[in-house]
């Protein structure tokens, strides 16, 4: 957890210096004319600085947009109480009206705040948020527009004088209670919500901190509710709507700081406190911060690298020992050159292997093939010895085995794929037929279509075909197949 640095102390007391100076202020120029929304439009600057300041500070981008969200309705209410009571305080109905607005953005930020504690340290990958929230979100909506139809009901404010103006007379409803009970718990879940994920923070006691703003503004609104500061003063030190706001920034500015709300602050402690030479300069070159570690000027030789990156308002710069990358780059040099070299060798040698293993596939294949053809060729090998010579019938049936020889082989150099297609033993069948046809034989075959068949079927149906020719091929006259 980050602790409060002494920039981070500084910026806390001119902000809570500067509320103090704007409650002053009201005091002094309560009477002046021009002067009515001058706390509000002091408190307006703030709130832009500090949303400014937060747009730089949160990078966690639904976290910032939330926070934006809550300065945009801290603005929208004080550009209510301006029109109130600056611009439109003539004009009763209208600032009724931007009274009962006004509710509208008070509302919206304990929401805000609500899905804010929910979103902290919350992953991309967790469940979507449940339904009670959208029940949350729902009963404030149910509110909002129960005070701005106040006029109908009067369950927020009544007016016993007939005037609809809150002109001192007017009194509370039992539904402005439900609203600031309503408030004031979401308030507090929100609190128990950011407590419980920063409840594994080393300090443990600063988590109460943000509780101080919320006390002192729960003080102030009872305070305000009895109207004391007007039995010393001409009016209360500031409107309820400057105290809303102030206790809403602060508690959030107090949840920055101590690291409950994840933010970069607190950065030139650890800068400081590096073991690496480096520095931060400003636009002139001046250091700003720099490490335990860093003389700068940095001293430069040929083992010393000096690196710069520009960022906002200025320059970061630091050293980078190169001794040990060289050395390493020269091991590494020698260690690749080792590499290529075992490379080229594990290469070659695969390369052997591959041709060596391809070789033997191939033995393996062709011996397969002399296995499956052996009877046609032993068949070849009686007719050409035969004592009473080799006649054109004998010839014939050589071609037919032959032409079953040469059919078969291709068969099974192409069953390597386990699938062959129809046309493969339609092709064969018709080569075989065409040679048998020299036996005196009437041939004849037919096919319709093609496709693509399991290997072991269109072979089995070629071996049958031959077994069915070889046996009956002296008595055969007439010979179709489809």
């Known amino acids: ?61 639904k976290l910032r947009t939330i926070i934006m969200f809550i300065a945009v309705c801290i603005l929208l209410q004080f550009y209510f109480m301006i029109l109130r009571y600056g611009f439109l305080r003539q004009n009763r109905t209208i600032c009724r ?41 729902a009963a404030g909506i149910l509110l909002m527009l129960c005070v701005l139809t106040n006029d109908r ?18 009194e509370r409803g ?16 929100t609190y128990a919500n950011i407590m419980r994920k920063s409840r594994k923070y080393i300090e443990r006691r600063y988590r109460l901190l943000p509780l101080v703003p919320i006390l002192i503004g729960i003080v102030y609104f009872v305070l305000y509710y009895f109207r004391v500061a007007l039995l ?75 690196q710069t990156h520009d960022i906002s308002g200025g320059t970061v710069a630091w050293t980078v020992d190169m001794t040990q990358v060289r050395g390493l780059n020269r091991q590494l040099a020698d260690a690749t050159a080792q590499i290529e070299t075992r490379n080229a060798y594990l290469a070659e040698e695969n390369r052997i292997k591959k041709e060596r293993a391809e070789l033997e596939t191939r033995n393996r294949l062709y011996e397969k093939i002399s296995q499956i053809v052996q009877p046609q060729f032993e068949q070849i090998e009686n007719l050409l010895d035969d004592p009473d ?14 032409a079953y020889i040469k059919r078969r082989s291709n068969m099974e150099l192409l069953a390597a794929h386990e699938r062959l297609p129809s046309e493969e033993l339609t092709s064969a069948v018709r080569e075989s037929l065409e040679y048998i046809s020299l036996c005196g034989i009437n041939t004849a075959a037919s096919s319709i279509g093609s496709s693509v068949f399991p290997a072991k079927m269109v072979i089995s149906a070629y071996e049958q075909i031959e077994m069915i020719v070889e046996n009956c091929l002296d008595t055969l006259t007439d010979l179709a197949v489809t």
């Not at 919350?122 to 949350?136: A, V, W």
């Not at 010579?389 to 032959?402: P, R, S, T």
């Open 153 to 170: 009901h009067f369950s927020v404010m009544t007016f016993p004088s007939g005037v609809l103006d809150d002109n001192g007379q007017d």
């Open 174 to 189: 039992w539904m402005f209670y439900v609203i600031y009970a309503y408030i004031f718990t979401l308030f507090a879940v």
């Open 97 to 137: 009206y931007l009274w009962y607005a006004s509710y509208i953005p008070m509302i919206a930020q304990p929401i805000l705040c609500f899905l804010l504690s929910l979103f902290i340290h919350r992953s991309k990958e967790e469940e979507p948020l449940p339904g009670s929230c959208y029940f949350i979100i």
């Open 389 to 402: 010579g080799c006649g054109d019938m004998e010839l014939a049936k050589i071609a037919v085995l032959n």
């Open 232 to 306: 010393f003063l001409p009016s209360h030190l500031w409107q309820a709507g400057d105290m809303y706001a102030f206790c809403v920034i602060a508690a959030l500015e107090s949840c920055i700081q101590l690291g409950m709300i994840p933010a970069n602050t607190g950065y030139e402690i650890i800068f400081s406190e590096a073991f690496f030479p480096a520095v931060i300069l400003d636009r002139r070159g001046i250091p700003v911060y720099r490490t335990a570690a860093a003389q700068y000027p940095f001293l430069s030789d040929e083992n010393i690298k000096i």
């Open 1 to 61: 957890m980050m602790l409060l640095t002494s920039s981070s102390k500084r910026k806390i007391m001119l902000f809570m210096a500067f509320f103090v100076l704007i409650a002053v202020l009201h005091i002094l120029f309560f009477h002046v004319d021009f002067t009515v929304s001058l706390s509000q439009l002091l408190c307006g600057s703030v709130t832009i600085l500090w949303a400014v300041t937060v747009q730089k500070r949160v990078t966690d981008k």
